[in-house]
């Protein structure tokens, strides 16, 4: 018996190292394969034999810098159900429309004279914008080509360090840990906020390329749970796909699913929760399918509009609301009916 468990040990260990060898051998090849493009790949912080190209190479999708815009009252082709990316800063809000960032996922713009980047990965369904500069730094984030966990990775034209979409950090390269700011922003039709902000400015389809924007190229995807690439962890609590608003307070991670926010018969409504002590608000607009997250005072707060399986992938501690566990929503129901 000894015999026979020290043969399972002996086998175990020898499986062990053979793994660790053979992801040492593909991170070299990793490496040394996407050095090539001229990306800085040190100080990695993600597993490098984990990234894998998802078609198009270096700038193969052309990130857009120096935007043009068009008063809204000025559009004529957009429809009213087209989903757009709203960003308000100090007053000012503009518009992105998905089927633009279909074609081109990062927008560099500015506001009040501040960077920002607004960024889609049309594979994850995620709309993120984030302040790309700080006290010391200044980042233009162009598109890679490259994909970990099915979602984009990025490079700044600074550095050709990597950063990841959905972790707004950089993941390789001399900046590697540096975060950016993620920034309120609302997943919506065009109309809803159009309403909301009529005096919106509008991301012009005047873009320096030939594209055709009246073409929803990914329009297929959402509709099966097939996904083109690997993820490395896969929670089974909600489909795939299924659209869910994230939020992070103080490093603890939660999700809320359109679904669960979607199941009032009325039209817009306004989920009370605590977040790691803290009274958030997630609104909903059940006609355009539309969320997003305020504090108790109503002051909008960072958040993201994504596929379940891309903040799971990114979050595997993630809370989600409604759920068996959810502890903290059952304390904020309870404080709901107190008051």
């Not at 103080?250 to 790691?276: C, H, M, Q, R, W």
Request: proline share 4%; glycine share 6%; charged share 25%.
């Amino acid at each position: 018996m000894k015999k026979i468990l020290l043969n399972c040990t002996t086998a175990v260990f020898l499986l062990f190292l053979a793994f660790n060898q053979l992801n040492a051998q593909r991170a070299i090849f990793v490496e040394e394969t996407y050095a090539d493009e001229e990306f800085e790949m040190s100080n990695m912080e993600i597993p490098s034999w984990d990234i894998v190209t998802g078609g198009p190479g270096k700038d193969g999708i052309p990130a857009l810098s120096d935007p043009a815009f068009v008063s809204s009252k000025k559009d004529n082709w957009l429809e009213k159900d087209d989903l757009v990316i709203g960003l308000t800063i100090n007053g000012i809000s503009k518009a992105y429309p998905v089927r633009i960032l279909n074609y081109h996922e990062v927008v560099n713009d500015e506001f009040d004279n501040k960077s920002v980047a607004i960024t889609y990965s049309p594979l994850c369904g995620s709309a993120m914008a984030y302040r790309t500069e700080d006290k010391h730094s200044e980042w233009e984030l162009a598109v890679s080509g490259l994909l970990y966990n099915n979602n984009a990775l990025y490079f700044d034209r600074q550095t050709e360090s990597l950063w990841s979409q959905v972790l707004g950090r950089a993941v390789s390269g001399s900046v590697a840990g540096a975060q950016l700011e993620l920034l309120p922003t609302t997943l919506t039709t065009w109309e809803d906020w159009k309403e909301n902000h009529p005096e919106t400015m509008l991301l012009s389809k005047e873009t320096g390329f030939n594209r055709n924007y009246d073409l929803d190229t990914y329009e297929y995807y959402a509709s099966t749970d097939r996904l083109m690439f690997p993820i490395n962890h896969n929670d089974d609590r909600l489909k795939l796909k299924e659209r869910i608003i994230g939020v992070e307070v103080d490093g603890v991670f939660k999700a809320y699913p359109y679904a669960t926010l979607a199941s009032s018969d009325e039209g817009y409504t306004a989920t009370e929760d605590i977040v790691n002590g803290q009274t958030i608000k997630i609104n909903f607009n059940k006609t355009a399918n539309a969320a997003y997250a305020t504090d108790a005072d109503d002051i909008a707060l960072p958040s993201a509009s994504m596929y379940w399986f891309t903040w799971s992938a990114f979050h595997p501690e993630t809370k989600l609301y409604g759920q068996p566990g959810d502890e903290e929503s059952k304390l904020s129901l309870s404080i709901g009916m107190i008051k």
